[in-house]
């Protein structure tokens, strides 16, 4: 009775979102949940590659009239 462990195999890998030792299933995340919290991240673009656009100015005076 040594099969069906794979799934539930520990790597080395800690999970990029959480932290904890992340499943062989699930790798290299721990879990389904930080495999998708990591897949949103990337359709939220907070992965977004660095590019030479210029930010935009904080200078932009934004005024609030009240
Ligand atoms: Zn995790």
């Known amino acids: 009775m ?3 462990n794979e799934k539930v195999a ?5 999970c990029p979102i959480c932290r904890k030792p992340a499943l062989l299933a ?3 995340f ?15 673009g ?3 590659v660095p590019t ?6 904080p200078e932009s ?3 609030e009239k009240s």
Do not use: M, Q
């Open 30 to 44: 721990c879990s389904k949940h930080c495999s998708d919290i990591d897949l949103g991240r990337w359709l939220g």
């Open 46 to 48: 907070e992965y977004r």
């Open 52 to 57: 030479n656009d210029t930010p935009e100015t």
């Open 61 to 63: 005076s934004e005024e």
């Open 2 to 4: 040594a099969d069906g």
């Open 26 to 28: 699930f790798r290299p």
């Open 10 to 14: 520990v790597l080395k890998l800690r």
